[in-house]
């Protein structure tokens, strides 16, 4: 089965920049669309970001003119840039994509948002 492999998390100060990556072990022409989401201690896992497989993107409130989701299908790769960050960003960040027929889901990486 296709396995999705995050990279990218850290800690960074507020304000600062951080791009995470999240790689396809096969090609993404059935994924239709893939996201990222985020999970804190605090509250339920929550979408952050789409990208469909024609390029449309969305994005919660929040984040929109922070964040940007982007696909590159030759790399099998989906990035989310993550620029101006808040500690309200802090959170563990969950790459995800969906087929007709599952839904799959990154292992996870952290991302830290202090001073």
């Known amino acids: 089965q296709v396995q999705l492999v995050e990279s990218g998390g850290g800690l960074v100060q507020p304000g600062g920049s951080l791009r995470l990556s999240c790689a396809a072990s096969r090609s993404m022409f059935d994924i239709y669309v893939m996201g990222w989401y985020r999970q804190t201690p605090a509250k339920q896992r929550e979408l952050v970001a789409t990208?469909?497989?024609?390029?449309?993107?969305n994005y919660i409130d929040s984040v929109k003119g922070r964040f940007t989701i982007s696909r590159d299908n030759a790399k099998n790769t989906v990035y989310l840039q993550m620029d101006s960050l808040k500690p309200e960003d802090t959170a563990v960040y969950y790459c995800?994509?969906?087929?007709?027929?599952?839904?799959?889901w990154g292992q996870g990486t952290q991302v830290t948002v202090s001073s």
């Open positions: 995800n994509a969906r087929t007709i027929s599952i839904n799959l």
């Open positions: 990208v469909t497989n024609g390029g449309i993107t």
